[in-house]
């Protein structure tokens, strides 16, 4: 037995200590499993042992295909590049929302241009109460100015018509509320945190942002939401890992109508999901009933929750509850067949 931050570590477990991220378990699990056998010549290893190894499993399990960290996510070329964008712009506004893309935005605004940089935070029907704390805790964290707004796209025809350019139309009245906001205090740009990435999705809202002349330095950069993890991570962003997140009305199929009913309809079922210790959820709004997409990891622990996932759901006001037999993915509603 050795010790590490004041710990009893058992043969084998050193191997699992410094493993930080779900690549670096996955790999350390099957490192603990085999030094362990070695230490104990075959005989069975400590509970202890087996434990932190299972431990390991389950949380590399938790990282989706997308969102694995690997070791070589980090291009530093790309990040000076960022940070050189950033500094280029001399004061900023940055549209921040709590998500991992634009943290690391205001991270390097906020190192780039230090007062010069002001975190501004929308709230809207569209996002649900935990993920606005969670946000201006982290805006806490970092020492940032932050100011809040209301945007009220849930008000607008064309959005709540809810057609394929729905977010188009959120993202005009975002950047709408906030060109004055950036004017008054003497701002020179407004920026947010799209990626690399976001090309190959559906995403009219981007198109709001060129017309307006809307800045995006990750994207410009060429940073992908890998890198963007694995570089949130090495600057020390808590939520470098934080799972995907997009407004309640991606759970409505288009051309059903966006409503506050539906959106706090979506957002209760979602939280007693979460509430049961399922990291990544979505609850897909079709009337009466709910699809629940999770990580295909979780699949078989939410049958075996049905019951108290049933009753959450239900409780939120739908009659039917059902699990989609594909995985969560995001863009799952917006995609071609």
Same mark, same amino acid.
């Given at each position: 037995?050795?010790?590490?931050?004041?710990?009893?570590?058992?043969?084998?477990?050193?191997?699992?200590?410094?493993?930080?991220?779900?690549?670096?378990?996955?790999?350390?699990?099957?490192?603990?499993?085999?030094?362990?056998?070695?230490?104990?010549?075959?005989?069975?290893?400590?509970?202890?042992?087996?434990?932190?190894?299972?431990?390991? $499993?389950?949380?590399?399990?938790? $990282?989706?295909?997308?969102?694995?960290?690997?070791?070589?996510?980090?291009?530093?070329? +790309?990040?000076?590049?960022?940070?050189?964008?950033?500094?280029?712009?001399?004061?900023?506004?940055?549209?921040?929302?709590?998500?991992?893309?634009?943290?690391?935005?205001? +991270?390097?605004?906020?190192?780039?241009?230090?007062?010069?940089?002001?975190?501004?935070?929308?709230?809207?029907?569209?996002?649900?109460?935990?993920?606005?704390?969670?946000?201006?805790?982290?805006?806490?964290?970092?020492?940032?100015?932050?100011?809040?707004?209301?945007?009220?796209?849930?008000?607008?025809?064309?959005?709540?018509?809810?057609?394929?350019?729905?977010?188009?139309?959120?993202?005009?009245?975002?950047?709408?509320?906030?060109?004055?906001?950036?004017?008054?205090?003497?701002?020179?740009?407004? $920026?947010?945190?799209?990626?690399?990435?976001?090309?190959?999705?559906?995403?009219?809202?981007?198109?709001?942002?060129?017309?307006?002349?809307?800045?995006?330095?990750?994207?410009?950069?060429?940073?992908? +939401?890998?890198? !963007?993890?694995?570089?949130?991570?090495?600057?020390?962003?808590?939520?470098?890992? +934080?799972?995907?997140?997009?407004?309640?009305?991606?759970?409505?199929?288009?051309?059903?109508? !966006?409503?506050?009913?539906?959106?706090?309809?979506?957002?209760?079922?979602?939280?007693?999901?979460?509430?049961?210790?399922?990291?990544?959820?979505?609850?897909?709004?079709?009337?009466?009933?709910?699809?629940?997409?999770?990580?295909?990891?979780?699949?078989?622990?939410?049958?075996?929750?049905?019951?108290?996932?049933?009753?959450?759901?239900?409780?939120?006001?739908?009659?039917?509850?059902?699990?989609?037999?594909?995985?969560?993915?995001?863009?799952?509603?917006?995609?071609?067949?």
């Amino acid at each position: 037995t050795q010790r590490s931050g004041g710990r009893d570590l058992e043969p084998g477990l050193l191997a699992l200590w410094d493993a930080a991220s779900a690549a670096d378990l996955l790999r350390a699990t099957a490192a603990a499993a085999f030094l362990c056998a070695a230490a104990t010549r075959g005989a069975a290893c400590g509970a202890s042992a087996l434990g932190a190894a299972g431990r390991g $499993a389950a949380a590399a399990q938790r $990282a989706t295909a997308g969102d694995l960290i690997q070791v070589d996510s980090l291009d530093r070329a +790309k990040v000076d590049r960022a940070r050189a964008l950033v500094r280029d712009l001399g004061s900023v506004l940055v549209a921040y929302s709590g998500g991992v893309d634009s943290t690391l935005l205001l +991270k390097l605004a906020l190192d780039e241009l230090r007062d010069g940089a002001v975190a501004v935070l929308a709230t809207s029907p569209a996002y649900p109460p935990a993920e606005q704390e969670e946000a201006r805790a982290l805006a806490g964290q970092l020492g940032a100015r932050l100011i809040e707004v209301d945007t009220r796209e849930v008000e607008l025809d064309a959005y709540r018509r809810n057609g394929a350019d729905r977010c188009f139309h959120c993202k005009e009245e975002l950047f709408e509320t906030l060109e004055p906001l950036r004017a008054e205090l003497g701002l020179a740009h407004l $920026a947010y945190g799209a990626n690399a990435d976001d090309g190959g999705d559906h995403r009219p809202g981007h198109a709001s942002a060129e017309r307006r002349g809307v800045r995006f330095p990750l994207l410009e950069a060429g940073l992908t +939401k890998a890198e !963007i993890r694995a570089t949130a991570r090495r600057l020390g962003l808590s939520n470098w890992d +934080k799972p995907s997140f997009a407004c309640l009305s991606s759970r409505v199929p288009f051309g059903t109508e !966006i409503s506050e009913a539906v959106l706090q309809q979506v957002a209760a079922a979602e939280a007693a999901v979460h509430a049961l210790g399922f990291r990544q959820v979505r609850v897909r709004h079709h009337g009466d009933v709910a699809r629940i997409e999770v990580e295909a990891e979780d699949q078989d622990r939410l049958l075996e929750q049905r019951a108290e996932v049933a009753r959450g759901v239900r409780a939120a006001g739908y009659r039917f509850v059902s699990l989609d037999l594909e995985p969560y993915e995001t863009g799952r509603l917006s995609r071609r067949r």
